[in-house]
């Protein structure tokens, strides 16, 4: 089982940027794709960004095109999302998530097979 603590959420004002850290356990880290989700109150969770496990790919929806970046440190078993631009409509809870097989579509939450407790990041008008 793998263990994911996330940190770095908080309030920012729009414009504005955070950098969410994920840290994993275990000694296999550098084996698993790495994937951030979203959820707002009364929504569904929704795809952030996604990392294989070199860190030599990533995939971000239009969403967070030119504006989140994810990536990863695999020495320090950690992902990171740096977030720039936000908008009050990037409010939500952040989840951070780990796929320890392939997976055949990143963008479902469903497919991924452990996930970190969330951070909360607001962001004001």
């Known amino acids: 089982q793998v263990q994911l603590v996330v940190s770095g959420g908080g309030l920012v004002q729009a414009g504005g940027s955070l950098r969410l850290s994920c840290a994993a356990s275990g000694r296999t880290f550098s084996s698993y794709a790495m994937g951030w989700f979203r959820q707002a109150p009364g929504k569904e969770r929704e795809f952030v960004a996604a990392?294989?496990?070199?860190?030599?790919?990533?995939y971000t929806p239009e969403l967070a095109k030119g504006r989140f970046t994810i990536s990863r440190d695999n020495a320090k078993n950690t992902v990171y999302l740096q977030m720039n631009s936000l908008k009050p409509e990037d409010t939500a809870v952040y989840y951070c998530?780990?796929?320890?097989?392939?997976?055949?579509?990143?963008?479902?939450?469903?497919?991924?097979?452990?996930w970190g407790r969330g951070t909360q990041v607001t962001v004001s008008s």
């Open positions: 990392i294989n496990r070199s860190g030599g790919i990533t």
């Open positions: 998530t780990v796929a320890t097989s392939p997976i055949p579509r990143v963008v479902v939450a469903s497919s991924w097979d452990y």
